[in-house]
């Protein structure tokens, strides 16, 4: 590596502190879920109440896991893009579009089941393949190429679908969304494969090292023999099944394709979890783990709403308000001046 | 090569007006021609902030919600607050300024993303919009139904109604900036390449945040517009709205990197855009999805389009 | 550059002119109809085939799905050339939509509006143009009755009354409701609840514990339910929802929380789709109250009145009737939609 980094056997103090807080880089994110937690329990004393029913776990904790699983799936992909320096907006649609693929090819009883979950997936991977290859082929801005699919995808599952909800009865893939497994929903055991299956991508193969280079520096990655393009466009494609199963998720749920509601503004959900999360949103450092504690804080503050019988449109003014709040704090000039705000009077 | 772009939006605007109209009988008449500004005022007065801001290197994904906001402000104001019109009006559109310039001050003074600032600015606005009223405001005062039949003439059967006027007005106006003050010169610079236009002696910071200022007047205006057009301020309204009017200024031939483009450009993706619009209404029969799918596609289109100039010159040079 | 522009519109503009000579005004331009001869069911259009506009609100619901396709099947019975126009649930689109038809000179355009504000200026723009408006299923708010020939749609005040009416009945008079309430501002949601308010008036142990906007869809439905399932448990006896939708996504929510829906917990709703249908007949849903959204005869029946001149009620009422778990069986194979 040709980037100079303070040589670990002599660290300075101050580096100390800073490595000891980028140790944890969990902490912000979890501090805030766990405020916002309290607060909940606060007002309502059974907010984490858990009991049996049925056989199953049931209370709010379970519902945020299981709510909050789409959030999780998408913020999961969402992670890597950022981390390649890049955004998906796309993601909403893509979840729409798979959903309502889904949706039709479960009405048709004569296609085995893995069918019915690998083809939309399929799809949700060539949608991601089509957004890679305009970032890195035709070197597209993210934001821009992403858009192109964003506003068009939901179009394309709306003709899929004929502009119907087109409902289904397929017991198999009604688990997916509404299943229990040992007492659990069956999405936990979903976000906590795919959670496994990226994190095991991302250490046990060199795809994080990578990522991070390609983040930080691309053409010191470049040089340094990382195929930056290939990456760049496999992330994409992460981004885009992880979206998909997002949409298996949600269509299973409710047992029909809703293509116009189906993932609206969870693009904007899973970029706020991953930025909460502590991901740096001009790539290179990235937490997994901080995304999923950062869309779970986003459940949270919706399931928050819904208790205190706040109407849902009024949702995002608490959410914006959060996201901003961390983006200051993690800013450099923004702190310099509140420490200048905060010293001046005591210096009168 | 912003030339060449812009003669190629050109082309598209005329091929699809010409197909538009030979397909469906009183397509080509003064009546839908009047119609493509009046209903697209909002959309085009948006667009005219939106191509500042990208112009000057940024984005602004808080339009749509700013003009619900903006909408929903003036309502209740003039109906359930008897506030006069023109005094509420004034204030929704310095409350947008404001909001814009906050915007703009967050992106510059602590460098954070533009689309991630505005983004929040988006649900920051949107849900404010709902708190305001939940629901759609009537608006009943004489100076709205007087606006409502106010119109220039432009043949037995067509007017140009108030929002139309308004947006011709204002992109004459704005032309006048970008192309003719020192403020459009320094937007550009900025935009092309941000330090040397510190080197230059450009004010870089005090000239985005006038930007985002300028758009977020722009969209406070589209919100006003808006109010005028349907007699109501609607919170819901205007979702999406941010992408298309980036998708009317991308295809109006600006380049999303900055320093490239023109308000003219812009204005043909909007009368791109409208023309697609009510070429479906006059078809009747093809699924509404096909303006989404047609309009990513022509973005796509003229993005790649762009690319393949800018590789052509950049051999060239 | 500018010259090509200029060259390239003129060019559009002389091969368009060829024919807009002749389709200057749009209601003569109308194509001869080859069946206006044969076209007996429209007494009042003589040799001239209509042409309607319909601006329809959107496809999110079944109920919705249904009504579009009443009115486009009428159409085709009659021979009327419609020019559908969905405008995904925005009310921009829709006024573009009906200016859209004013401009082409339709003979009458049916508009479902999708929230009751703001259509004052382009119902105007069409009274001028003599274009007749036909309102289906949602009223709008306005001064000025004659901007619209009528209005056919149910009487949501008295589906919400027979809702809570069937409901007070069912529960001896005492219940802790749930009410999810339709999308925020529209008629539907403003007048269902309203009537159901008023139906629980007369039994002072019914009460709504919380009401909250699932936004006449299945998944928000759920959603919402869940979340006052953990607020409320088992407080609650009995769900309202302004439609069918949200009611089945709250049924799946009262059963994953272990309760029976139909027994512990009664769900009424409005609307009267299959699904509601088939939630009743396995005994889940308790009791949907029909809003029929076969209204394309109505409809087109007022639309040639009003090309005709002749004036109508202001107001059309399509009659509801209650469904429960003992009638459904009957009705539902009879049930389209």
Not at chain 3, 272 to 291: H, I, R
């Amino acid at each position: 590596m040709s980037t100079t980094r303070p040589d670990p056997l002599h660290p300075d103090p101050l580096h100390k502190l800073r490595a000891y807080f980028a140790g944890f880089p969990l902490l912000w994110p979890l501090v805030g879920l766990a405020a916002l937690l309290l607060f909940n329990v606060v007002y309502h004393p059974g907010f984490l109440a858990l009991e049996v029913r049925d056989g199953h776990l049931y209370g709010t904790p379970v519902d945020l896991l299981h709510q909050g699983a789409k959030g999780i799936l998408l913020a999961i992909g969402m992670t890597l893009v950022i981390a390649s320096g890049g955004i998906d907006l796309s993601v909403g649609s893509v979840m729409a579009l798979a959903g309502a693929a889904a949706a039709l090819l479960a009405k048709r009883a004569d296609l085995p089941l893995v069918a019915v979950i690998v083809l939309p997936l399929l799809l949700a991977a060539i949608a991601g393949l089509w957004n890679g290859l305009l970032v890195t082929r035709i070197g597209i801005q993210p934001i821009i190429a992403t858009l192109v699919l964003m506003t068009s995808g939901r179009g394309l599952a709306m003709l899929l679908t004929g502009g119907q909800n087109p409902a289904f009865d397929r017991s198999g893939f009604i688990f997916l969304g509404n299943g229990h497994l040992l007492g659990l929903p069956f999405t936990i055991y979903l976000v906590a494969a795919a959670l496994t299956t990226a994190g095991l991508l991302l250490r046990r193969t060199a795809l994080g090292l990578f990522l991070e280079s390609t983040g930080d520096n691309e053409r010191a990655s470049r040089a340094s023999g990382v195929d930056a393009r290939l990456v760049k466009t496999a992330v994409y494609v992460v981004s885009g099944v992880c979206a998909g199963l997002a949409g298996l998720v949600a269509t299973s749920n409710i047992k029909q394709a809703d293509p116009i509601r189906t993932g609206e503004m969870m693009e904007l959900d899973a970029i706020f979890a991953v930025v909460v999360g502590g991901t740096a949103l001009t790539g290179g450092r990235f937490t997994l783990a901080g995304s999923v504690v950062g869309a779970l804080l986003i459940q949270t503050l919706t399931q928050t709403m819904f208790y205190l019988g706040v109407p849902p449109p009024i949702a995002p003014v608490p959410k914006a308000i959060i996201v901003l709040a961390v983006c200051l704090l993690q800013s450099a000039g923004f702190r310099r001046d509140v420490v200048g705000l905060v010293k001046r009077p005591i210096r009168r | 090569m912003s030339r060449l772009s812009f003669a190629a939006t050109a082309v598209v605007l005329v091929l699809l007006f010409g197909t538009a109209s030979w397909l469906y009988p009183g397509f080509l008449s003064a009546r839908v021609i009047a119609n493509l500004f009046g209903d697209n005022a909002a959309l085009g007065i948006a667009a005219i902030g939106m191509t500042f801001v990208i112009l000057s290197g940024g984005i602004d994904l808080s339009v749509g919600a700013v003009l619900a906001f903006t909408s929903t402000l003036v309502a209740l104001l003039v109906t359930r607050h008897a506030v006069p019109p023109l005094l509420a009006i004034a204030l929704g559109l310095a409350i947008g300024a404001a909001f814009g310039a906050v915007m703009g001050a967050m992106i510059h003074r602590y460098e954070l993303p533009p689309f991630l600032v505005t983004l929040a600015g988006m649900f920051f606005a949107r849900g404010m919009a709902f708190v305001l009223s939940l629901e759609s405001l009537g608006i009943s005062h004489p100076f709205y139904r007087s606006a409502a039949t106010f119109g220039i003439p432009l043949s037995a059967k067509a007017t140009l109604n108030a929002p139309a006027l308004i947006f011709l007005v204002l992109f004459a106006a704005a032309s006048c900036l970008l192309h003719a003050t020192r403020f459009g010169r320094d937007v550009y610079a900025v935009g092309g390449h941000e330090p040397s236009a510190r080197l230059l002696g450009v004010a870089v910071g005090k000239t985005k945040i006038a930007v985002y200022a300028l758009s977020g007047t722009c969209s406070a205006l589209a919100g006003v517009v808006a109010t005028l057009r349907m007699g109501s301020g609607n919170p819901a309204q205007g979702t999406g709205f941010e992408l298309d009017a980036i998708a009317c200024v991308v295809i109006g031939g600006t380049l999303l990197s900055g320093g490239v483009g023109s308000l003219a450009g812009t204005l043909n993706g909007v009368l791109i855009f409208g023309t697609i619009q009510i070429a479906l209404v006059f078809d009747g029969r093809l699924n509404s999805w096909w303006a989404r799918i047609v309009v990513g596609a022509l973005l796509l289109l003229f993005i790649v389009f762009q690319k393949l100039l800018a590789r052509a010159a950049s051999r060239r040079a | 550059m500018r010259a090509l522009y200029t060259a390239l519109f003129l060019t559009a503009a002389v091969v368009a002119c060829k024919k807009t000579d002749n389709k200057e005004s749009g209601k003569e331009s109308g194509k001869p109809d080859p069946a206006s001869g044969t076209s007996g069911t429209s007494g009042t259009s003589g040799t001239k085939q209509l042409t309607v506009g319909f601006a329809q609100v959107g496809a999110e619901s079944a109920w919705r799905t249904a009504e579009t396709g009443s009115i486009r099947a009428e159409a085709e019975k009659r021979k009327v050339n419609l020019k559908f126009s969905d405008a995904q649930g925005k009310q921009e689109n829709q006024i573009t939509a009906v200016r859209g038809f004013i401009a082409q000179g339709v003979d009458a355009i049916i508009l479902a509006p999708v929230v009751e504000t703001g259509w004052e200026p382009v119902l105007l723009e069409a009274k001028q143009a003599k274009i007749p408006v036909v309102l289906v299923d949602r009223g709008i708010k306005t001064s000025d009755e004659t901007l619209y020939a009528t209005l056919i749609a149910s009487d949501f005040v008295a589906e919400g009354k027979m809702a809570a009416e069937w409901m007070a009945k069912k529960l001896n008079g005492k219940a802790a409701v749930v009410e999810l309430q339709g999308t925020p501002g529209s008629a539907p949601a403003i007048d269902r609840k309203k009537g159901f308010e008023e139906g629980i008036k007369a039994n002072p142990n019914m009460k709504i514990i919380a009401s909250q906007s699932g936004d006449f869809r299945r998944s928000n439905g759920k959603e919402v339910m869940e979340a006052l399932l953990k607020k409320h448990g088992k407080e609650i006896t009995a769900v309202y929802a302004h439609n069918d939708d949200m009611a089945l996504g709250a049924i799946q929510a009262i059963e994953e929380s272990g309760a029976k829906p139909g027994t512990d917990v009664i769900v009424v709703s409005v609307d009267g789709v299959k699904d509601a249908f088939t939630a009743m007949v396995e005994g889940k849903l308790s009791a949907s109250v029909e809003c029929n959204p076969l209204l394309g005869p109505m409809a087109f029946d007022a639309v040639e009145k009003a090309v005709a001149g002749q004036t109508l009620p202001k107001r059309q009422v399509v009659e509801d009737k209650l469904f429960d778990t003992t009638n459904a069986k009957d009705v539902i194979a009879t049930r389209q939609y």
